[in-house]
Structure formats: structure tokens, C-alpha cells
């Protein structure tokens, strides 16, 4: 559902921010 992809979308977003590592 919109969950998912908001959570994927986020997950991808961190690690190409850099973030990934701290989630």
C-alpha cells in the first residue's frame, strides 16, 4: 500500500542521502 512505498521511498532516500546508516 501508500505504507510501503512512503517506507521504501524513505529507506531509499536515506541511503542516498547518507542517512540509511543511522536508520
Known amino acids: 500500500g ?3 512505498i512512503g ?3 524513505i ?3 536515506g ?3 547518507g ?3 543511522s536508520l
Open 7 to 9: 517506507l521504501v521511498g
Open 19 to 21: 542517512l540509511g546508516s
Open 2 to 4: 501508500i505504507a510501503v
Open 15 to 17: 541511503s542516498y542521502s
Open 11 to 13: 529507506f531509499f532516500y
